[in-house]
């Protein structure tokens, strides 16, 4: 895999390590239901769900 | 349910689990056991009852704060693709076999840090292991609605932990090298890793979905419960610090754990597993998270004002409802997420307590006088001692000390003990200056902090509910009470432990670095780990070392570890890859380096430095020599690297070159055949004219008739020479581009029939007979002063060729979709397919039918080709039955535009 390429994921990494901890997560903190779950569970969950397709992503297209 | 029931199924699983690590060993499957899917699923041992029982009841309890146990891997995974590969390599390439040998290794190879970090792990993990023993035998006895026995030997749970014992230390000291892969355990470990997602995932569905009716059933009668917002929320700015804390305390954890390092480093096959495991381990903990909160809030609705354990409310709740068989299951799952840690937990703490601490500091005296086959017995033994006193000594733990505290606060401790290491591992593989006396007082000043900060509370906690220790500090002085040290007191426990022992391990692990001089092995190291991608082919090389050394003392030492056999092998490996010649008496550096690591398997890196470094004599290298010499390796490197790719540079222009003295040459010899053929075309016509002229000149007494014969020779044959200079001329003009060609909309037909007329006398003569297919208009962009010679040619080839009698011409046209395509078909005797593609070169003819005068130029072909492909068209000869048919494209379009 190119430097460049691996560089993406770290960008990643950073971009997880903002949008998980404070002071952005606490905007989403919130008990309020969205089909039935609390939104902050909704947040934490899609922030997951789009690392790992961001993953998938890019190692499926770049890692030879 | 029956107490013997249980144990029978559990005994039954635990059977499975033996058959599939046997089944793994085995070099046939491997196939299944050496893939980036197993390698993947093996990480979530990270997974244990604290994830399948303790997030619950986190969920239920408290809140949140179960989930950045997740958070700090997820955080970091993608990162993995650089951070973790370093790691890999670096530990393949120094036969390293756990964090202890990792850490101390780069730290001059440090018998002392090594035993540092062992004792550490140790007084993380080992109530870790006993917290998972623990959860094992509560739901036991929830399953089976007994009570736990006060007397050990009744209870049917210690039974257990031995099987459990039995297991990991017979499968885990399959190897005497430490750094083997061990793919039986690794198999079975994956596989439990999916029973325990599964089981999970099932009990899950079955709350939300059976017992409640969705998510927002759940939520509507949640919502109503007393403080519902405040544990489905963060909640403020405080509480967010302490979610940022323990998200990196997971996020070191990742890395750090010894079981982690043993699965996702020391059992790594292959690097590019990496591939697979940076998007399934994190898609892996997702799905085991989804279920989480239906559960522990439908538990919280089902038994709201109960007196239960929230911890096993997935047990419970089917247990409520009757269901015996989900009941089995989700034990069954917790069971697995139990003994995977266990077993892998034990089998790295007793690698790590042989390799770094006993065999150092006690039986390497013993070892080093043996005969080989005793060695490895003995080195085996230790750790199959090992590994089995760890579990049963995690067990008497849990029984003795009775721990009251909930799955995840342990946890939590044993995560931030293990933290002590980060700055010391991290520093190792990004920070050349980071020294030995920096990681060793750093990690003793963390762990001493964490020890006063958590471990005795929570130690007097269990014991003494009296003291004032906790409320009231040390001595009474506030400022050191163990959960506000210095007065900070806005923290949780644990990220306040995590806090103040991670700020003095760092500072004291950067300043002691900065301010003392290593020593030469330690930067040694440090360049090797740093750099790992310039030395991971050739890495004996960057080992620095200077002294006197014999290969017989050497390969002495070794043989006492590895045996006659392979011994030999290994310095046979050794020889050919350095080119060594074998008879070499004196060892080098890299020999030296190179018997270290194939010591390292056996019996860690410090006592194989020990070992080796009683065989031979070192000289003592100052700090700046090291420095030298390692920056000569990697400017020879460099060089070598700039040699290769300027020799690469000259190899293609070489090839290059070659290629165009080749079609040079050949072209050469094409202008001289063409000089010849032309030479001997030009001769005949002329030898013909000149014996005419001669007769003429020579004798008048020729009779009229004869001279008017000889005269009209002498015409034709000077015709013949002008139209052949004409052609000559004429294919000149093409082949150099002077010839231009003026397109217009014509209709095909028309100039086929327009190119017979002419030839109408001649195709009687001969008796053929002509036939143009599709009579319509057909319409073509080209210019049809040469299209018509192109037909007039191939047509008067035709004709040539055809038999005397029945001559038959086809002439057909096809319309596609940017082009047509014209055919001219004779019955004569054909085209030898070898010379489809020569026949349009020039003289084509001259050269093969030198039995015969020869019939035309031999350059009609030759110009018709060129014309066409003026057209943008292609002429080529198709394969027929009977006779030649050749075929030629034209345009449907201004080929201009």
């Given at each position: 895999m190119k430097k460049r390429h691996q560089q993406k994921l770290v960008v990643l990494s950073l971009l997880l390590l903002l949008a998980l901890n404070l002071p952005i997560v606490l905007l989403f903190d919130s008990s309020e239901s969205f089909l039935g779950f609390p939104i902050i569970y909704i947040y934490i969950f899609s922030a997951w769900l789009f690392s790992v397709l961001m993953s998938w992503i890019v190692v499926q297209r770049y890692y030879e | 349910m029956n107490s013997a029931v249980l144990l029978l199924i559990l005994l039954g699983y635990l059977g499975i689990l033996f058959f599939i690590a046997h089944w793994a060993e085995?070099?046939?499957n491997v196939k299944w056991t050496n893939n980036s899917y197993v390698y993947s699923l093996s990480?979530?041992?990270?997974?244990t009852a604290w994830t399948y029982y303790g997030s619950i009841g986190v969920a239920a309890n408290?809140?949140?704060?179960?989930?950045p146990i997740y958070i700090g891997p997820i955080i970091i995974i993608p990162a993995w693709i650089i951070i973790l590969k370093k790691i890999i390599r670096i530990s393949r390439v120094n036969k390293i076999s756990s964090i202890a040998d990792f850490i101390s290794l780069r730290y001059g190879n440090s018998r002392f840090l090594g035993a540092i970090v062992t004792v550490v792990c140790l007084a993380g993990i080992l109530p870790y292991i006993a917290l998972q023993l623990k959860a094992i035998s509560e739901t036991f006895h929830i399953v089976t609605k007994t009570n736990s026995s006060s007397y050990i030997f009744d209870d049917t749970t210690t039974y257990v932990a031995v099987a459990l014992a039995l297991f990991a230390s017979y499968y885990g000291t399959?190897?005497?090298?430490?750094?083997?892969?061990?793919k039986g355990i690794v198999t079975a470990v994956a596989l439990e890793s999916i029973l325990k997602l599964v089981f999970f995932l099932i009990i899950g569905i079955y709350v939300t979905?059976?017992?409640?009716?969705?998510y927002e059933d759940i939520y509507a009668k949640a919502s109503?419960?007393?403080?519902f917002k405040e544990k489905n929320t963060i909640g403020g700015l405080e509480q967010g610090l302490n979610w940022f804390f323990l998200s990196m305390v997971s996020l070191f954890a990742i890395f750090l754990l010894p079981r982690q390092f043993q699965m996702?480093?020391?059992?790594?096959?292959?690097?590019?597993?990496i591939k697979t495991a940076i998007w399934l381990f994190p898609l892996y903990l997702l799905l085991f998270n989804l279920f989480v909160y239906p559960i522990a809030w439908g538990g919280n609705v089902l038994f709201e004002g109960k007196n239960v354990n929230a911890d096993t409310y997935s047990l419970l709740i089917p247990q409520f409802f009757d269901n015996k068989i989900l009941t089995v299951l989700v034990f069954l799952g917790g069971f697995s997420a139990a003994i995977s840690m266990i077993v892998v937990s034990s089998i790295s703490l007793s690698t790590m307590l042989s390799n770094n601490l006993l065999i150092p500091y006690s039986f390497l005296g013993k070892l080093r006088n043996e005969e080989q086959t005793i060695n490895n017995k003995k080195i085996v033994n230790i750790r199959k001692i090992g590994i089995f006193s760890l579990i049963i000594g995690a067990y008497f733990i849990y029984r003795f000390?009775?721990?009251?505290?909930?799955l995840v606060s342990i946890g939590l401790i044993s995560f931030v003990i293990i933290a002590q290491l980060a700055p010391a591992f991290f520093g190792a593989i990004f920070?050349?200056?980071?020294?030995r006396m920096g990681a060793i007082y750093g990690i003793l000043i963390g762990f001493v902090i964490c020890v006063y900060t958590l471990l005795l509370p929570y130690a007097i906690g269990l014991t003494n509910n009296e003291s004032s220790f906790v409320s009231?500090?040390?001595?009474?002085?506030?400022?050191?009470?163990?959960?506000?040290?210095?007065?900070?007191?806005?923290?949780q426990p644990v990220p306040h432990a995590l806090f103040w022992s991670m700020l003095f391990n760092s500072l004291t692990y950067f300043a002691v670095s900065v301010s003392f001089k290593g020593n030469y092995r330690e930067r040694n190291y440090a360049e090797m780990y740093v750099d790992i991608d310039k030395y991971s082919?050739?890495?004996?090389?960057?080992f620095v070392w200077k002294g006197t050394a014999y290969t017989r003392d050497i390969e002495k030492v070794l043989i006492r570890f590895l045996g006659e056999e392979r011994t030999k092998r290994a310095m046979n490996i050794f020889n050919v890859k350095y080119n060594v010649?074998?008879?070499?008496e004196l060892a080098d550096a890299r020999l030296v380096k190179f018997a270290e690591n194939l010591l390292t398997g056996h019996i860690g890196t410090a006592s194989a430095r020990i070992l080796i470094s009683s065989v031979v004599k070192e000289e003592k290298i100052t700090l700046p020599e090291v420095l030298k010499i390692l920056e000569e390796s990697k400017e020879n490197i460099t060089i070598n690297k700039k040699l290769t790719e300027t020799s690469n540079q000259l190899q293609k222009i070489t090839s290059e070159l070659q290629k165009a003295n080749e079609t040079l040459v050949r072209k050469d010899v094409q202008k001289d055949e063409f000089l010849d053929t032309v030479t001997h075309e030009l001769r005949t016509p002329i030898t013909a004219i000149r014996a005419a002229s001669e007769i003429l000149h020579d004798d008048d007494e020729i009779p009229e008739e004869l001279r008017k014969q000889f005269l009209q020779n002498i015409i034709s044959e000077s015709d013949r020479l002008n139209r052949l200079i004409d052609k000559i001329l004429d294919l000149e003009k093409f082949e150099t581009g002077k010839q231009t060609i003026h397109p217009t909309q014509n209709d095909i037909i028309a100039t086929i029939e327009n190119s017979i007329e002419p030839l109408q006398q001649l195709i009687k003569n001969k008796n053929i007979s002509v036939y143009v297919e599709s009579k319509d208009q057909i319409l073509a962009f080209y210019d049809e002063d040469r299209i018509i010679q192109v037909i007039t040619n191939l047509l008067s080839n035709a004709i040539k060729f055809?038999?005397?009698?029945?001559g038959l011409i086809t002439i057909q046209v096809k319309k596609k979709e940017n082009f047509i395509e014209t055919s001219v078909q004779d019955n004569g005797k054909g085209i030898n397919p070898n010379d489809f593609d020569v026949i349009?070169?020039?003289?084509?003819q001259a050269s093969n039918q030198n039995?015969?005068?020869?019939?035309?130029?031999?350059?009609g072909l030759a110009i018709c080709k060129q014309i066409i492909e003026h057209h943008k068209g292609k002429i080529w000869v198709e394969s027929s039955i009977k006779g030649a048919c050749i075929v030629f494209t034209l345009p449907v379009k201004n080929i201009e535009n």
């Open positions: - | 085995k070099k046939e990480l979530a041992v990270y997974c408290s809140g949140l704060s179960y989930l399959r190897y005497v090298d430490a750094s083997e892969k061990r979905f059976f017992v409640f009716d969705g109503l419960l007393e403080n996702s480093v020391v059992e790594n096959n292959r690097e590019r597993h000390f009775a721990l009251d505290y909930s920070w050349r200056r980071g020294s009231e500090g040390f001595q009474k002085i506030a400022l050191l009470k163990p959960f506000q040290l210095f007065g900070l007191d806005y923290l082919t050739n890495h004996e090389n960057a010649d074998k008879n070499q055809c038999p005397e009698t029945e349009f070169d020039k003289f084509y039995f015969k005068k020869p019939v035309g130029s031999g350059l």
